[in-house]
């Protein structure tokens, strides 16, 4: 079982840059993809990015894309994501996702993962 631990929230100026970290606990980290998520006021949770479990493979949501990128560090298990160029819109709850243990980076995206962190708050200001 892994424990998901979100840091590096907070609040930014519009333009600014934040990189989120997800540290793990528990076996096998490298054997997870893992992805990002986050929820607006008011919204439902939706996804950001995914990263395959060697790292080889990434997919972001549309409008991400070019401003945010994910990454791993699989000897720190810890997950990475860097945030540019924030826009009013990245407000939110920002939670870090595992899983399922030894499946495809698809179904991150798809958000059938196993394991959430508890959320760490951004917030961008204009």
């Known amino acids: 079982q892994l424990r998901l631990v979100e840091s590096g929230g907070g609040l930014v100026q519009a333009g600014g840059s934040l990189r989120l970290s997800c540290t793990a606990s528990?076996?096998?980290?490298?054997?997870?993809?893992m992805g990002w998520f986050r929820q607006a006021p008011g919204k439902e949770r939706e996804f950001v990015a995914a990263?395959?479990?060697?790292?080889?493979?990434?997919w972001y949501e549309d409008s991400v894309k070019g401003r945010f990128t994910i990454s791993r560090d699989n000897a720190k298990n810890t997950a990475y994501l860097q945030m540019n160029s924030l826009q009013s819109e990245d407000t939110g709850v920002y939670y870090c996702a595992a899983g399922p243990k030894d499946g495809a980076i698809i179904t991150v995206v798809r958000g059938s993962v196993d394991y959430w962190g508890q959320g760490t708050q951004v917030t961008v200001s204009s």
């Open positions: 528990g076996p096998s980290f490298s054997s997870y993809a």
């Open positions: 990263i395959s479990w060697s790292g080889g493979s990434t």
